[in-house]
């Protein structure tokens, strides 16, 4: 299932086939861990030795420079090993982007060989006790002495809390409101295991993700140096941005293995599963659900490698990031779920990896942004385009005697702009849109001439007469209208409303 896509470049079709093998050659390793519930270490330094960590690291610096789409690759390869994936995801994602687009050069030079050498893991440090889906809200403080920060606060929820040795965290370092307003109150620093004052806290025993540990951070008058600031001071929430459409993508594709190793664990499974002397993959609801699964591992996993190619052609794919995280963690859950329906009883038990799939598949949807905020993200950046703000017009035609979709004027394009025909507009938008308000434009569209703010006035008068409704925005401007009762009745008689379809009785109208 899981093939290459034909937009690859030779080396992305090279690192495929390497990871690959990789995981193949070291799924058995990873699940003795899993089963032990101990961190990796060999498994993962294994990796970082293959160089995989530095997949989208500049050659210059020590990486394989393959992109978004190399961290895709390798994060859906990875992923089939459970802990191992998720730490590369966090250990590439505390800085890559953000080191590449904010560091200075001095500072690239410092951090980008080791992360690409995997020789130092890190740490995604944004969530605290008070600052979860609203990221901006963080407590931890960095005040300014001399050369010199010192950090106080707590993070919490951090995957690789206690293994990694470089945290990326983001912390306050204004109170001014008015800073706070442009989001210019957050800096972001590295801190590095070993900082005095620097501690771990607690780990969570969580649902999922089981042997990477998640948990929190204690920094009490920690004190580092300015060279471990990462952007200028005020820019955090801007570094934090900026690397945020590459980590919902690569926090997506570590679930995509998992779907394609489901897929070919129910083609074995319901092979081998006898009932009512037949094997279940001759039931048609057996071959509907693993249908299902393929078709959605398909579209999850094709969305995410169109997301890595935006992003490797230069753009700024946010709606397609939040797609790609929200397809591949829901279709995800789905999928896993109706794995274990297929499997029955086996599903549920350890000793196969559907449980697991769903376990982990549901921390997808909270993790990186929840799937929430993912889909607030898809609405307000769409709300944006051009798109959301073409208007489509139903205008009454006479001859089908039904409203339809129109690129037509409106029949009272060039009447005199004044009270009466402006009523009558809006009173036959009631005939074409009944449940709709009219927007100004609408209006000025359908009467085809006048100023806006005449029409405004035109729309306090009528609305003094209570023959239009209004509706004003928060600046109390009026935003919509709709003829009232007795807007209607003024405008035209009764019949004009009137429809009934050929069909309808006459002795039955009344
Ligand atoms: C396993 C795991 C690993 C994690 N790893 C890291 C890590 O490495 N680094 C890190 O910094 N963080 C990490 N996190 C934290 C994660 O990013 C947060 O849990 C997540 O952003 C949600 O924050 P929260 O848990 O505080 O939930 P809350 O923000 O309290 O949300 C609770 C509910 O309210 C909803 N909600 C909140 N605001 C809105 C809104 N405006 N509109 C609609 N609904 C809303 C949410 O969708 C959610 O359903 C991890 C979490 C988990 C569980």
């Known amino acids: 299932m899981s093939e290459s896509f034909f937009w690859w470049t030779k080396e992305q079709l090279d690192l495929y086939e390497k990871v690959k093998d990789f995981v193949e050659n070291h799924i058995e390793e990873a699940e003795f861990y899993y089963w032990k519930r101990k961190f990796p270490w060999p498994l993962v330094k294994k990796a970082a030795k293959e160089g995989f960590f530095g997949v989208g690291i500049p050659k210059e610096y020590g990486g394989m420079e393959l992109g978004a789409t190399g961290g895709c690759i390798t994060g859906e390869q990875l992923g089939r090993l459970y802990s191992v994936g998720h730490v590369f995801t966090v250990s590439i994602l505390a800085g890559l982007e953000q080191i590449l687009r904010y560091a200075t050069e001095e500072q690239k030079r410092k951090w980008l060989p080791k992360i690409a050498s995997g020789e130092q893991l890190g740490a995604v440090c944004i969530t605290e006790p008070f600052a979860g889906s609203d990221a901006a809200n963080v407590f931890t403080s960095a005040e300014k002495d001399g050369d010199e920060w010192i950090i106080n606060g707590k993070k919490r929820f951090i995957t690789g809390a206690g293994v990694a040795d470089r945290y990326f965290i983001y912390a306050k370092t204004s109170e001014d409101p008015a800073v706070r307003k442009q989001s210019g109150h957050i800096t972001s620093f ?100 693993i249908a299902e699964i393929i078709t959605k591992c398909k579209v999850a996993r094709t969305f995410a490698y169109y997301c890595a190619k935006l992003i490797d052609e230069g753009k700024e794919p946010m709606i397609e990031a939040s797609i790609a995280k929200l397809v591949a963690t829901e279709y995800g859950r789905e999928c896993a779920l109706k794995a274990i329906q297929i499997m029955g009883g086996d599903g549920l038990t350890r ?45 009454w035609n006479d001859e089908i005697d039904a409203p339809l979709i129109s690129k037509k004027d409106s029949r009272f394009k060039g009447l005199e702009v004044n009270e009466e025909n ?59 209208v709709k003829a009232s009762y007795e807007g209607l009745q003024q405008a035209f008689p009764k019949e004009h409303y009137q429809w009934f379809p050929e069909w309808y009785d006459d002795s039955d109208k009344f």
């Open 190 to 289: 590295i801190v590095e295991k070993g900082t005095p004052g620097f501690t771990l806290e607690k780990i969570n025993p969580l649902i999922g993700i089981e042997n990477v540990p998640n948990g929190y951070l204690d920094f009490n008058n920690v004190r580092i140096s300015d060279k471990n600031r990462i952007g200028a001071v005020g820019k955090g929430w801007n570094v934090m941005m900026s690397g945020l459409n590459f980590e919902r993508l690569i926090g997506s594709a570590i679930l995509l293995g998992m779907f394609d190793d489901t897929i070919k664990l129910l083609f074995h499974y319901t092979k081998r599963r006898v009932q009512f002397n037949r094997t279940t993959n001759k039931f048609p609801g057996i071959q509907n659900g």
């Open 351 to 395: 000793f196969y990896p559907t449980e697991r799939f769903l376990r982990d598949s549901k921390i997808g949807e909270i993790v990186g942004g929840t799937n929430e905020v993912q889909k607030m993200i898809i609405y307000r950046f769409s709300a944006m385009l051009p798109g959301s703000n073409v208007s489509i017009r139903l205008r």
């Open 422 to 480: 402006i009523l009558k507009v809006i009173a036959h938008d009631f005939k074409v849109n009944p449940g709709l308000y009219m927007t100004p434009d609408d209006v000025r569209e359908d009467i085809g001439g006048g100023s806006r703010s005449s029409i405004r006035k035109i729309f306090e008068a009528l609305e003094n007469k209570k023959l239009i409704v209004v509706h004003r925005d928060r600046q109390k401007k009026i935003a919509l």
